[in-house]
């Protein structure tokens, strides 16, 4: 099923009417212009479309310095699977090869990798990166983060494009999902804090979500580098 969302889709949203299985190279047209466009004339009745880019959000406290590359990076943890697909694009939509997009997260207790205060020291589950395809696009599996206080369901993203200044931002989920994936057994009911009571949640990085907690999910997002 698709979750519900809290608001409209946002243009960024629609802007790749990007299911997972689009970005997964199962139909080869996407509504975000490729070099190929440009060079044989296609899609010129978009060709004063712009894209807004991605607002910035904190990196946070955890993140250590870029992360090794690979697409899975739960190395096994126990929690919902997740399967992300995340494509970028220029502010005027057009997608991006050869980025380089780090990915992280907690996991389903709210602890990240790496770090002391979780007693996680030496470890590095749901961190990771890759380099944009051809249609600037990469894919992530983890685990779905769990929801610690005064902070909604989320991920962390940076993107460094060349000739674009380095984005930092963070991803969200749907409420009614989030409740779902927060109700199984592995997240033992912990308490959800909502996007509308996060501070930092904003509405152009809610991703776009299809599946359920007994197979997984899939989530799409699009992020906009700026000039």
Known sequence: MVW?????????????????????????TSTARTDDDDA?????????????????????????????????????????????DLQVVDSSCAVLAGAEVDLWCADKDGRYSGYEDFETEGESWQRGQQVTDAQGRVRFTCV???????????????????????????????????????GTADYEGAEQTTNGDDNFYAGDTLMDVTGDVATGFSAVVVLTVDD
């Open 40 to 84: 044989t004339g296609a899609n010129d009745d978009d060709s004063s479309e712009s894209c807004e880019p991605t607002g910035p959000q904190t990196a946070g406290p955890y993140y250590p310095g870029e992360p090794t590359t690979r697409v899975d990076i739960s190395e096994g943890i126990t929690g919902v699977t997740l399967e992300l």
């Open 144 to 182: 779905f983060p769990g929801s610690y206080p005064g902070r909604a369901m989320h991920l962390h993203a940076k993107v460094r494009a060349e000739g674009h200044p380095e984005l930092t931002t963070q991803t969200y989920f749907p409420d009614a999902l989030a409740a779902a994936v927060l």
């Open 4 to 28: 519900p969302m809290p608001t409209p889709p946002t243009r960024r949203q629609a802007l790749a009417s990007l299911t997972a299985a689009t970005l997964a190279g199962c139909v080869t």
